[in-house]
């Protein structure tokens, strides 16, 4: 009976690791712009819902380019790109403060490197051009046979894709 | 190139150096993808153009006024004269792919005087052959695409015209697969291709020679870099960096979806960029004079659509990824 329970528990366990490529464990987001929740991580599935442009919602999983998200009032899947990771939108100082504070919008790398900042105001004024150094960035050049071995290395395989255009009724 | 005299320009020289900067700042600033923070960008400007002008870096170029401010000692006096004197001629109307290339070359090799290369030559090739397969997928694949690391926490990267690509450590730092690099430098080669710097730079020198701005004596210390440079003033105009930035973002996803990567590389490393501490002032400038990650994020999303929503064969590569030695 102990064995089982233990079983059942380890497999309790197991489970949401099996699954934890999918998993993001409730990770706080914010909606970029005002979208449709979908039942189905499609984009003909049925209506969930929706959500306004900086709303906060929870994530819960991944898969492809959908996430699915909690919001106060439901549960649906969006787009990828719907929605932010962390809980700062544009314009929202307050967030960006307390997301600071609790060490979740920082990377610490920032800290970590105070003072080191290479590339100054100062040092920019500074800047003479460095023969040395284009000639040995030069150096490195690989040409297209190069990048195509590289490739071949990796499995990468090229694909036809048109190049994106901007959206219609965006000011861009 | 022929001159003729407009009065609606600045009559002003700058010293080679803060020109020279100033052409930097153009391309970098204006249209880099994962601009720094710690450069201070109207610092520089409003500086420079208060020294120059005596008045605001916002004034816009057409400003009739002409303070005779230099900081040489020469004049402009004699415009058609000192531009005939700066041969060789570079033919800014419509330069060759040679003379593209040595401009970038000016403006890479000055920018490598502030910042120099990270001296991992591994790091250096690994990067040259991701950017290099990328770029194959350009509709500039005949370019000599050249990339590199260099020796600044800032996170930041730096397109100059004829294919000179330049990433820094601190933004190398932010990446955790080959995916998001390709990304990162899609953009990149995405302004290189659309000549986005060039076309700033091309503007300003256009009209500087219209109005005879650059004099004999700064033709002497490099004559093509005399020639390349702006009043800085221009680069105050806004509303092209930001369309530029968007188009590269759309180009950079583009090339590296082509070149066999995850498609979504470029976006998360907006994504990771966007959460780091705004609290930060080396972050501020930033979000003050570029789209911000967000909104790059949502121009993005909206151009995507559901064209990737076949493409699943992408790679990441986290396992080649280059990591850094220090």
């Given at each position: ?31 970029l ?48 790109l719907?929605?932010k ?5 544009a ?72 190049n994106l255009k901007a959206a219609?009724?965006t000011a861009q | ?23 930097l700042l153009a391309s970098v600033f204006g249209l880099s993808s994962m601009p720094s923070f710690?450069f201070?960008l109207k ?95 350009s ?15 800032d996170i930041n990267a730096f397109a100059a015209p004829?294919?000179?690509i330049m990433l820094t450590?601190?933004l ?11 990304g990162v430098l899609g953009h990149e080669i995405g302004h290189v291709v659309k000549k986005h710097q060039l076309k700033v730079l091309?503007k ?30 221009e680069i105050s105009a806004r509303s092209l960096d930001k369309s530029a930035e968007y188009e590269a973002d759309r180009l950079g996803l583009s090339y590296a ?8 590389g470029l976006t998360e490393v907006l994504q990771a960029i966007g959460?780091t ?6 972050v501020?400038l930033l979000f003050k004079t570029h789209p911000h990650p967000d909104e790059r994020l949502v121009a993005l999303g909206d151009a995507i ?22």
């Amino acid at each position: 009976m102990k064995l089982t329970f233990k079983a059942i528990l380890i497999a309790a366990c197991l489970l949401p690791a099996l699954h934890g490529s999918a998993a993001l464990a409730a990770e706080a987001g914010t909606a970029l712009k005002n979208d449709t929740l979908r039942k189905e991580p499609y984009a003909d599935a049925k209506t969930a819902g929706n959500f306004i442009r900086g709303e906060k919602v929870e994530i819960l999983k991944k898969q492809g380019a959908w996430l699915q998200v909690k919001t106060k009032k439901t549960t649906g899947w969006v787009r990828l790109l719907s929605v932010k990771r962390g809980t700062s939108t544009a314009g929202n100082q307050t967030a960006g403060i307390l997301a600071a504070a609790s060490g979740r919008a920082g990377t610490g790398q920032v800290v970590s490197t105070t003072g080191v900042r290479g590339l100054s105001e100062q040092e920019l004024k500074a800047a003479k051009f460095n023969e040395s150094e284009i000639k040995t960035m030069e150096s490195y050049t690989q040409s297209a046979d190069d990048g195509r071995s590289f490739a071949n290395a990796g499995k990468l395989k090229p694909i036809a894709f048109a190049n994106l255009k901007a959206a219609k009724g965006t000011a861009q | 190139m022929k001159t003729s005299t407009n009065s609606d320009m600045h009559s002003t020289i700058m010293t080679p150096k803060k020109l020279l900067i100033s052409a930097l700042l153009a391309s970098v600033f204006g249209l880099s993808s994962m601009p720094s923070f710690a450069f201070d960008l109207k610092g520089v400007l409003k500086e420079a153009a208060e020294k120059e002008f005596g008045q605001s870096p916002e004034a816009p170029a057409t400003d009739a006024t002409q303070p005779q401010t230099t900081t040489s000692g020469s004049t402009a006096s004699e415009p058609s004269a000192t531009v005939k004197a700066s041969e060789p001629e570079f033919n800014w109307k419509n330069p060759s792919k040679e003379e593209e290339i040595t401009l970038g070359r000016e403006i890479a090799g000055n920018l490598l005087g502030a910042a120099p290369l990270v001296k991992d030559a591994a790091l250096q090739k690994y990067v040259n052959s991701v950017g290099r397969w990328v770029a194959s997928q350009s509709e500039r694949p005949e370019l000599p695409w050249r990339f590199a690391v260099i020796e600044s926490e800032d996170i930041n990267a730096f397109a100059a015209p004829g294919g000179y690509i330049m990433l820094t450590k601190g933004l190398y730092r932010k990446l955790t697969n080959e995916a998001q690099l390709a990304g990162v430098l899609g953009h990149e080669i995405g302004h290189v291709v659309k000549k986005h710097q060039l076309k700033v730079l091309q503007k300003q020198q256009l009209l500087n020679m219209g109005a005879g701005f650059l004099s004999s004596k700064y033709a002497k210390d490099n004559k093509l870099v005399s020639k390349a440079i702006g009043t800085g003033a221009e680069i105050s105009a806004r509303s092209l960096d930001k369309s530029a930035e968007y188009e590269a973002d759309r180009l950079g996803l583009s090339y590296a979806a082509r070149a066999g990567y995850e498609p979504y590389g470029l976006t998360e490393v907006l994504q990771a960029i966007g959460q780091t501490n705004k609290t930060d002032g080396s972050v501020a400038l930033l979000f003050k004079t570029h789209p911000h990650p967000d909104e790059r994020l949502v121009a993005l999303g909206d151009a995507i659509g559901n064209k990737l929503d076949n493409i699943k064969s992408g790679k990441t590569l986290e396992n080649r990824f280059y990591q850094l030695k220090n």
